[in-house]
């Protein structure tokens, strides 16, 4: 088809973007080109190309994305909470992202797909003091494959709103590599007490759903019981980007690590769990409120509305220094022959990362409701929107700016770790995404 485009416009709670896609292609797509373009407070460059003449289609693309935003810290100048000496600094940055992909996809059969690909990522900032310039971060790649088979039964029919009547397993295996070049971190960072500069890993992730038609006694004819099952293994300790994450995130979000359902952990705040192990079932009963609605409000049709409530449970587990250990610069290190780093198994030891001091957590947990909207724009774009409200039942803890107040504390929770003395409460969540997808 010739070169098409049309205008974006996209709001969030921090930030205004507007730009344009294009699309361009053969009459048969069977090449094709899609790009995006967006200005505001960040910026987006996307261009991405298909080529489906072959079995397998072959994408490449490339995408740029810069972000702007300000955050402050504490310093105490005596280090004792008791005193009235904290002064609070704001400091203004810039972060950019540059990423490059060559991937591979095979539709096996209705219900299975296959993929490979290779990808490769480079981080930098910049903040007040930098200038112009941008500092590289870190540079990473990655090898890797995936499985998606999800056979359907006779009981589907509601489309992505609503699937039912089948099930999902999905795996998948990656071996990437990380690279500190930071020059003012002299190309290495410590985590969980181990000195990182270049490492590679490995890293499984797999997950089982299941989607079971449950009427409830005939009250709800399109009613809906979804089970989720989710894991993850990271071979080594690793830096904390490179760690699965978890916590509420809006469904639009490209962010690193992001993990699960659009469900899954929304009572606690976005990339607030994090963890190299990582074990996680979540329960949604969905039902419809209103189906084959038919609404036409300007260039938005909308088809049904659905209600689904849910839960989940689990925990991101790390590593943890024990035994003997001293401050190196603002990290916490093992005693050589005294201390040690050690892995934490699920379950026998509480997730020390995610816990305050004195309330160990084993197991996090949370519940909430979603409204789901199932619309389109225009006669072809979908148009989903959503209401979502969740509770997360446990505090948490971790690195940086733990509660979401923009200013990060640079008092240690206690001696041993160099993690944020911060504490998010337990608190009610609520997300809304208007076009967004769920």
């Known amino acids: 088809m010739p070169l098409s485009g049309w205008p974006v416009l996209r709001t969030t709670d921090k930030n205004v973007e507007v730009g344009a896609s294009v699309f361009f292609g053969d009459v048969v797509e069977k090449h094709y080109l899609e790009g995006e373009f967006t200005v505001g407070k960040d910026n987006l460059v996307s261009l991405s190309y298909w080529n ?73 900032f910049r903040d007040n003091g930098d200038g112009a310039k941008f500092v590289p971060f870190t ?24 699937p039912r009547g089948g099930r999902r397993i999905y795996l998948d295996y990656n071996h990437r590599w990380t690279s500190i070049v930071d020059p003012e971190l002299a190309g290495a960072v410590y985590d969980d007490g181990q ?11 797999g997950s089982y759903t299941e989607y079971v038609p449950l009427t409830l006694w005939g009250l709800w004819d399109h009613g809906t019981l979804q089970l989720d099952v989710e894991g993850g293994w990271i071979n080594r300790n690793v830096m904390g980007w490179d760690e699965f994450m978890a916590g509420g995130r809006h469904p639009y979000h490209w962010g690193n690590g992001t993990i699960g359902n659009n469900v899954q952990f929304s009572g606690y705040e976005g990339y607030s769990l994090t963890g190299e192990t990582m074990l996680i079932a979540n329960a949604a009963y969905r039902f419809p409120l209103s189906r084959n609605m038919n609404w036409k409000t300007g260039p938005v049709y909308t088809e049904s509305m659905y209600l689904q409530l849910f839960g989940s449970m689990g925990n991101l587990w790390s590593y943890r220094v024990e035994g003997d250990s001293h401050v190196e610069g603002y990290s916490v290190v093992p005693d050589a022959g005294s201390g040690r780093i050690r892995r934490e198994v699920p379950f026998k030891d509480y997730a020390s990362k995610n816990s305050p001091v004195g309330e160990p957590h084993y197991v996090l947990s949370d519940i909430g409701a979603e409204l789901r909207i199932r619309s389109l724009i225009w006669n072809d774009f979908d148009w989903d929107s959503f209401l979502r409200v969740a509770y997360g039942f446990q505090r948490t803890a971790g690195y940086g700016d733990v509660n979401a107040d923009m200013i990060q504390s640079s008092v240690a929770r206690d001696a041993a770790t160099e993690l944020s003395g911060e504490v998010e409460p337990a608190t009610l969540r609520v997300y809304l995404g208007i076009g967004t997808g769920w």
Do not use: C
């Open 52 to 124: 489906q003449q072959f079995w397998p289609s072959l994408n490449l693309g490339y995408m740029r994305y810069s972000y702007k935003g300000h955050y402050g810290y504490g310093e105490d100048a005596d280090g004792l909470a008791a005193t009235d000496d904290l002064t609070v600094v704001d400091l203004k940055f810039e972060q950019v992202s540059d990423d490059v992909w060559a991937y591979a996809s095979y539709v096996a059969s209705d219900a299975l797909w296959l993929g490979m690909g290779v990808d490769g990522s480079r981080y930098a």
């Open 139 to 162: 540079v990473h790649a990655g090898v890797g494959a995936y499985i998606d088979w999800t056979p359907w039964g006779g009981a589907s029919g509601d489309q992505w709103i609503n």
């Open 195 to 205: 000195r990182m500069d270049t490492y590679g890993y490995h890293q499984i992730t």
